[in-house]
T-cell receptor, first 111, second 112 residues
Framework: LAKTTQPISMDSYEGQEVNITCSHN???????ITWYQQFPSQGPRFIIQ???TKVTNEVASLFIPADRKSSTLSLPRVSLSDTAVYYC????????????FGAGTRLFVKA | GAGVSQSPSNKVTEKGKDVELRCDPI?????LYWYRQSLGQGLEFLIY????????KSGLPSDRFSAERTGGSVSTLTIQRTQQEDSAVYLC??????????FGPGTRLTVL
């Protein structure tokens, strides 16, 4: 399993764009990059997944450079409700493996 | 539709007692995970079930921990002779391989 490294915490203000970068130097060819969000007292929930280049959905964008050794989760115009822990995972596309969530990045959005 | 459910939502027990935590996955999901999350920490993988394959138990912290999944559906995590360091939130997730994991609300275990 590829190990991921991401900042422990980040602060932002409402309305700003937040970019959280994750390093995964040992990513394998068949691995996907997946991000989850966890609010206090809840289980994590899936945000976005990508393999290369850029993926965008209604919640976030995911930027993956050509070498795939890192990825950046971009949250546009954050609000107070985006305060949460964000986890970056590297997961084989076939599934069937244990997943390592790590400590995640604690994002605190201030008014 | 129904999501992943876990019971009980909270469990307070005395040191040395055994506890059983239950997870009901989403119908049709063949894979099921158990995680542990201590206060302010990330998720710690415990065990993974996939269909009829032997479970991946590599995350279980000691032989006091065990889990089973009956009929490919409901799973029970059992902790024997609980210790104070077992206090945490225990999360269950189910999925179809290659897809996202869907998490339950967790069971908060407190060992006095």
């Amino acid at each position: 399993l590829a190990k991921t490294t991401q900042p422990i915490s980040m602060d932002s203000y409402e309305g700003q764009e937040v970019n959280i970068t994750c390093s995964h130097n040992n990513i394998a060819t068949n691995d996907y990059i997946t991000w989850y969000q966890q609010f206090p007292s809840q289980g994590p929930r899936f945000i976005i997944q990508g393999y290369k280049t850029k993926v965008t959905n209604e919640v976030a964008s995911l930027f993956i450079p050509a070498d795939r050794k890192s990825s950046t989760l971009s949250l546009p115009r954050v609000s107070l409700s985006d305060t949460a822990v964000y986890y970056c995972l590297v997961v084989p596309n076939t599934g069937g493996f244990k997943t390592i969530f790590g400590a995640g990045t604690r994002l605190f959005v201030k008014a | 539709g129904a999501g992943v459910s876990q019971s009980p939502s909270n469990k307070v027990t005395e040191k040395g007692k055994d506890v059983e935590l239950r997870c009901d996955p989403i119908s049709g999901h063949t894979a099921l995970y158990w995680y542990r999350q201590s206060l302010g920490q990330g998720l710690e993988f415990l065990i993974y079930f996939q269909g009829n394959s032997a479970p991946d138990k590599s995350g279980l912290p000691s032989d006091r921990f065990s889990a089973e999944r009956t009929g490919g559906s409901v799973s029970t995590l059992t902790i024997q002779r609980t210790q104070q360091e077992d206090s945490a939130v225990y999360l269950c997730a189910s999925t179809t391989p290659g897809e996202e994991q869907f998490f339950g609300p967790g069971t908060r275990l407190t060992v006095l």
